[in-house]
């Protein structure tokens, strides 16, 4: 549903992602598939619109250097390159505020997070109504092109409530920097180049483009797993293994927690994250023992998620 991008739509617009719902809204790059960055939930139903099998990490849009602070380790490259960048097409990949309460689901589990500026008018007002963080993937399913007009995107999500902006003057994703160690590393290229970059910060840019790790961190073992020993698909529970349930029982022994008892496999995504780090932190668990969930939908990334951290051998955890 094409909405023009005056106040009345703004405001519906804002007050169907307060609900929990996704919003399709115009950047100067591409059209995102927008929700509430600070919600499981609303990102677990991101994640379920794409259709992909994994949990990639999303970028989360902010209208400036002041919110973005809050979210992440702030620093002096950082702000120098917000300073000349921002708005604009640049993501800059920081390390998350130990308090920062963005959906652990929306950094797919990684202690880093994505945050980009939008310049695009009806993005920022979008914002504005908001007040919200926005995650927004491109507003595409899985494996097909960015749409860079309302129209496209109406094609792909017929249902959602698309924000009309417009052509995107861009055209392109951003540009994705990481700033996670002492040299940038380009992930991905988009309108700001490498050149562009290094000239601002006085240094070289490192080219992370071709780097399969760094590219795809959804992809990367060690970044997923827990610290405490998991297993999964778990249909008897040993000594020492507390449970992480999914569905409404009979259980092989009382769960520790229950990813979803109505067996809803996006609330199973929206509260893995979070189950996953709260057992890892909880004293009497030992170690993790997870029922099977099913494989299809979103149970494919959960599956995936889980599969990657049971994998980690014994001598990896802790590293
Ligand atoms: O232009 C854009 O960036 C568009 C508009 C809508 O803002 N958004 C977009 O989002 O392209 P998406 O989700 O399709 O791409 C996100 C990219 C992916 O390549 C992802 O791997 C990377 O950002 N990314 C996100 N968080 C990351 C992290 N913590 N570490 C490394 N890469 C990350
Ligand atoms: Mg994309």
């Not at 840019?205 to 071709?210: E, L, P």
Request: charged fraction near 20%; aromatic fraction near 6%; include cysteine.
């Amino acid at each position: 549903m094409l909405l023009a991008p005056n106040q009345e739509n703004l405001q519906r617009a804002a007050a169907e992602i307060e609900k929990g719902q996704l919003v399709i809204f115009p950047t100067e790059t591409v059209y995102g598939l927008g929700g509430n960055a600070l919600d499981d939930k609303s990102v677990a139903s991101i994640f379920e619109k794409k259709g992909r099998p994994q949990f990639n990490p999303l970028i989360i849009h902010v209208l400036g250097t002041e919110q973005a602070s809050l979210y992440a380790q702030w620093d002096e490259r950082a702000e120098k390159l917000a300073h000349h960048f921002w708005p604009g097409p640049l993501t800059l990949i920081l390390k998350r505020k130990m308090d920062c309460p963005i959906s652990r689901l929306a950094s797919a589990g990684l202690d880093s997070i994505a945050l980009r500026v939008p310049a695009h008018p009806v993005a920022r007002e979008f914002l504005q109504a908001c007040s919200l963080p926005l995650a927004g993937p491109s507003a595409n399913r899985s494996g097909l092109l960015s749409p860079t007009s309302a129209n496209h995107a109406e094609h792909e999500f017929p249902d959602l409530p698309i924000l009309d902006g417009g052509h995107c003057h861009i055209g392109l994703e951003s540009t994705v920097l990481s700033l996670l160690s002492p040299q940038a590393a380009l992930l991905r290229f988009g309108a700001i180049s490498a050149s562009d970059i290094s000239q601002i910060l006085g240094e070289e840019v490192a080219d992370g483009t071709h780097d399969k790790d760094i590219r795809s961190p959804g992809q990367l073992l060690r970044h997923y797993a827990t610290i405490k020993p998991m297993r999964i698909n778990v249909r008897e529970v040993e000594k020492d293994e507390a449970l992480l349930a999914f569905g409404a029982g009979p259980y092989p022994v009382p769960p520790f927690l229950n990813l979803s008892s109505k067996e809803d496999l996006t609330e199973a995504a929206s509260n893995l994250f979070a189950m996953l780090h709260e057992m890892d932190d909880h004293p009497s668990v030992k170690k993790i023992a997870v029922m099977p969930i099913p494989y299809e939908g979103l149970g494919m990334a959960i599956n995936d998620r889980l599969a990657r951290s049971a994998y980690v051998a014994e001598d990896e955890r802790h590293t």
